[in-house]
């Protein structure tokens, strides 16, 4: 940044002026804490999983509704900028869906999900029926990490042909994750991929979170995904 | 759109709620954000962005001033703060301990405003043909 951009009349007592300290995104914040409480009094918890396009979130979604088999049982919430592609693959295997087509926006903002509770709400008879909330957030790396959405742990994708300095552009993203999950395992062999720089640079931004390497498609490192997606819940 | 437009539009919003509540409103001359380096925020697309949705609202003469906060990070083991080197190193640079705690960089809060110097005007007229 500029030197240009640093406040010449930093407290000076010139100034007339209102100290106010309001946070920018209050208003979210505040709406993300009643969705959290929702989801609480409904018995469940919430998930949120971010990541770039094409990480395999969706695909990552539906290998883990068929492996569950309706236990426990999944209400997702599907945000995508303009179509209902990846809520209609998530259908097709039974769940209860509510898509978010969030137009030019490239994140989910609290009242949305609100919105998308109401209708989970609706569609299964009460959000009762759920014991864990899902939301698959707009593809982006940058955005959503600023966003609370009312979850109680993030999940973080990144795909191995995404290279293994990703943790490093998008640090705030990584390290806000309470799980970061390498995906699409089965074709790291035919890349220059090095997972274990690339695990080193997402423990670099964040040693504390839990992190999985697997395959949606072979099924490899499913296991232990699936145990702690389970163990989220209430 | 960039999400500086949908923080934008935010900022306006907090700011109107409450410059209604305030006993005697008066144009505001200055909006002071704070905004960390550990953020993905970008303060050029936020003036961008407040330069065009001021428009017609109360703060339309007002400034958007922003006060980038750096990123500062502690090594626990050193014992000591150090300045992480975005998009390279994260790490302490003496030890190598990961990216623990961030002692700043992560804001991103109205900080203050300052009045510019006019008398107190009634809020609703402008405030109502704006926000209706």
Known sequence: ?234 | MPHEVDMTRALILSLTEWWRQQTDPRPVARVVLAVGQFTCVEPDLLRTSFARQRVGTFLEGAELAIKDVPFVAHCRRCDRDYRPDLGRQYACPDCSDPLGEIRSGRELKIERIDWAEMEPIDPEPIGERVYA
């Open chain 1, 1 to 234: 940044m500029p030197e240009a951009s640093t406040l010449a009349f930093e407290d000076s007592p010139a100034i007339d002026g209102v100290l106010l300290n309001i946070g920018l995104l209050a208003d979210n914040d505040d709406l993300a804490a009643v969705n959290r409480a929702r989801i609480e009094a409904a018995g469940a918890r919430c998930v949120n999983i971010m990541s770039s396009p094409g990480s395999g979130k969706t695909t990552l979604l539906e290998a883990t509704l068929a492996a569950f088999a309706g236990t426990p049982r999944i209400g997702i919430i599907e945000g995508d900028m303009t179509t209902e592609l990846d809520a209609d693959r998530l259908r097709s295997h039974g769940a209860h869906v509510a898509a978010i087509t969030t137009g030019r926006s490239c994140h989910l903002e609290a009242d949305q999900i609100a919105a998308g509770l109401d209708r989970l709400a609706d569609a299964a008879g009460s959000l009762n029926t759920f014991d864990l909330m899902v939301i698959e957030n707009v593809g982006n790396l940058i955005c959503p990490a600023a966003y609370d959405l009312g979850e109680h742990t993030r999940v973080v994708l990144v795909a191995v042909t995404e290279g293994d300095d990703k943790p490093l552009k998008y640090p705030i993203m990584f390290h806000g994750a309470d799980c970061v999950v390498i995906t699409k395992i089965d074709i790291a062999p035919y890349l220059k991929i090095d997972l274990d720089r690339l695990t080193a640079n997402i423990r670099q931004v964040n040693p504390m979170a839990t992190v999985f390497a697997l395959s949606s498609e072979s099924g490899a490192g499913m296991d232990a995904w699936l145990d702690w997606l389970r163990a989220q819940r209430a």
